[in-house]
């Protein structure tokens, strides 16, 4: 080989190795863990919650399960909260923008900060305004098809409120009367 192809082949592995040299620490891939109805749930989403559960369990002093057991339990729930929001999707359930702002103000006052302030801690804790606002829309959706399919498996009678309040008003006579007689003055 000659100088000039030898020159050549070292600049072209320099080249290679060059960018490896001064690359960030590896992260690791992400990749589908779950799939809901053609939806995926990817590894990083999991990382994700099992890290702010983590957290959140900490702050409140509570025993942070086992990572996998912990894992786990995240990754069913969130099958399960991808599944319910499909079928809230399908019925119809919509949430607007003028209720997230709504449940915005409120996520404030209870933690006694204004809307501002809380969206400057929600980025110091790596949460995006956006993302945020995704989650407060998708448990209004939630807590939305949970009433609806309460209210669907409800069903009181006209007998059912006459037999409470025949009921209720045996009840109130049963109790003995105390009354306080006290002289009365007339003028």
Do not use: W
């Not at 100088?3 to 082949?9: C, G």
């Not at 790596?126 to 309460?150: K, N, T, Y």
């Not at 409470?164 to 045996?170: F, S």
């Amino acid at each position: 080989m000659n100088f000039v192809t030898r020159a050549l082949a070292l600049a072209c592995f320099c080249s290679v190795l060059l960018p490896l040299a001064h690359a960030q620490p590896a992260q690791q891939a992400d990749f589908i863990v779950a799939v809901v109805n053609s939806e995926p749930i990817t590894n990083s989403e999991v990382r994700a919650e099992v890290q702010r559960v983590s957290t959140k369990l900490a702050q409140q002093r509570q025993t942070v399960p086992p990572a996998d057991v912990l894992r786990r339990e995240v990754l069913e729930r969130l099958i399960n909260d991808r599944a319910q929001l499909q079928v809230a999707r399908e019925t119809g359930i919509r949430v607007d923008d003028a209720f997230v702002d709504q449940a915005e103000q409120s996520v404030a006052r209870q933690n006694q900060v204004d809307v501002n302030e809380l969206r400057r801690r929600l980025a110091l804790d790596g949460v995006s305004v956006a993302a945020f606002r995704a989650q407060l829309r998708d448990q209004q959706m939630l807590s939305r098809l949970h009433e609806r399919e309460v209210e669907a498996r409800i069903r009181i009678t006209e007998q059912d409120i006459d037999r409470y309040l025949h009921q209720k008003v045996r009840n109130t006579f049963k109790q003995p009367i105390h009354c306080l007689h006290r002289p009365m003055v007339c003028a």
